[in-house]
T-cell receptor, first 111, second 114 residues
Framework: SQQGEEDPQALSIQEGENATMNCSYKTSINNLQWYRQNSGRGLVHLILIRSNEREKHSGRLRVTLDTSKKSSSLLITASRAADTASYFCATPKAAGNKLTFGGGTRVLVKP | NAGVMQNPRHLVRRRGQEARLRCSPMKGHSHVYWYRQLPEEGLKFMVYLQKENIIDESGMPKERFSAEFPKEGPSILRIQQVVRGDSAAYFC????????????FGPGTRLTVL
C-alpha cells in the first residue's frame, strides 16, 4: 500500500456519533498531518502531530500517533452534518517537506 | 493576511491547447508546492519551488509540464498540449520554510480538457 493509507475508505454515521479513521504509513516521519476536504473544495489543515507526540487535541478532534506501528488515528467526537467531508492524512518526506497523501476517508454525517 | 490564491478556479481547454495555472502564496511564504488530484483520489505531489528555483520536480510528468516561481509574481504551472488525462484539480500550497511546517492550501484550479 502507499505511504499514508487511510482506513476505512468510507464511513457513514448519525449526527452526534463519533467517527474514527486510521492512517498507516511506511517510512519514518518527523510529523503527520490531517486535512479535511469538503466536496469540490480545497484542503483545510486540521492538525499536525510530531513524531515525539503520542496524542493531540483540537476542539472535537483527537489525533493519536503510534510510531512503533507506523499508524495514526483521527477521532471526531459528537459529529455534526458539517463534518461531512473527506479526510486525508499526509506525511512529509524528510527533506523538502513534500507531502504524501493517502486516498482519504469519505465521511458522511447524517442529520 | 490573505490565504493562498489560485486562479482561475475553473479552466476548460480543448485537447492540444495550453493551460496556465497561477498560484500566489501567503504573504511571507517563499516555498510553493503543486499537487494534482484525480477524482476520488488523494493528492499527488508534483513540484516544489522556492523563489527562482525548482527544488524538487520528481512528481512532474517528463513532458509537457513545467513550473516556475519568479522573483516577482505568482508561481505558474504550465501544461502544454493538454490531453484528456490532464483533467484534474490542481492545488498549490505554501509554507514559510521547508522541512517541518504546515502547508497551507489554495482552493485549487479544476482543469477540464474537452
Amino acid at each position: 500500500s502507499q505511504q499514508g493509507e487511510e482506513d476505512p475508505q468510507a464511513l457513514s454515521i448519525q449526527e452526534g456519533e463519533n467517527a474514527t479513521m486510521n492512517c498507516s504509513y511506511k517510512t519514518s516521519i518527523n510529523n503527520l498531518q490531517w486535512y479535511r476536504q469538503n466536496s469540490g473544495r480545497g484542503l483545510v489543515h486540521l492538525i499536525l502531530i510530531r513524531s515525539n507526540e503520542r496524542e493531540k487535541h483540537s476542539g472535537r478532534l483527537r489525533v493519536t500517533l503510534d510510531t512503533s506501528k507506523k499508524s495514526s488515528s483521527l477521532l471526531i467526537t459528537a459529529s455534526r452534518a458539517a463534518d461531512t467531508a473527506s479526510y486525508f492524512c499526509a506525511t512529509p518526506k524528510a527533506a523538502g517537506n513534500k507531502l504524501t497523501f493517502g486516498g482519504g476517508t469519505r465521511v458522511l454525517v447524517k442529520p | 493576511n490573505a490565504g493562498v490564491m489560485q486562479n482561475p478556479r475553473h479552466l476548460v481547454r480543448r485537447r492540444g491547447q495550453e493551460a496556465r495555472l497561477r498560484c500566489s502564496p501567503m504573504k511571507g511564504h517563499s516555498h510553493v508546492y503543486w499537487y494534482r488530484q484525480l477524482p476520488e483520489e488523494g493528492l499527488k505531489f508534483m513540484v516544489y519551488l522556492q523563489k527562482e528555483n525548482i527544488i524538487d520536480e520528481s512528481g512532474m510528468p517528463k513532458e509537457r509540464f513545467s513550473a516556475e516561481f519568479p522573483k516577482e509574481g505568482p508561481s505558474i504551472l504550465r501544461i502544454q498540449q493538454v490531453v484528456r488525462g490532464d483533467s484534474a484539480a490542481y492545488f498549490c500550497a505554501s509554507s514559510p520554510t521547508s522541512g517541518k511546517d504546515t502547508q497551507y492550501f489554495g482552493p485549487g484550479t479544476r482543469l477540464t480538457v474537452l
